[in-house]
């Protein structure tokens, strides 16, 4: 009980929520073992390990409470699993997106030029 005294009265940096992002993970590791591994520091709400191409070696780890997905995080960064030093780093949904956001915008921009019939080579000559 003391201890959870304690956590309400720290602030922590605005980066840190309960959502890990694991990169450098060896390719056959299973969500069992990922669970052994990160269960260690906390309550785990839910692994999901990347299984294609893109993905592979990659996994996010979700905890039930912020502090745990801390500790979790100072501990395991640079954890030496299988030979690979695991990168730990706490999801970030802004990034995430901003390739796709990029995209996006990209495709209404070609599709507004085409509409109007804008052509960008003839006005870089």
Known sequence: MAL????????LPPE???????????YKIT??????IFGKYGAI??????NTP???GTAFVVFEDIFDAKNACDHLSGFNVCGRY????????NKAFKKMDAEK???ELDR??????????????
Not at 4 to 11: N, Y
Not at 45 to 50: A, S, T
Not at 86 to 93: A, E, I, P
């Open 16 to 26: 840190v929520n309960r959502i890990l992002y694991v990169r450098n993970l060896p």
């Open 31 to 36: 969500g069992e073992e990922m669970y052994d």
């Open 4 to 11: 959870a005294q304690k956590r309400t009265h720290v602030r």
């Open 105 to 107: 915008k990209q495709a």
């Open 112 to 125: 507004v030029k085409t509409k109007y019939g804008i052509n960008t080579e003839e006005i870089k000559k």
């Open 54 to 56: 893109e993905t592979r």
């Open 86 to 93: 695991l990168v730990v780093l706490y999801y970030q949904s």
């Open 45 to 50: 709400r839910q692994i999901r390990v990347g």
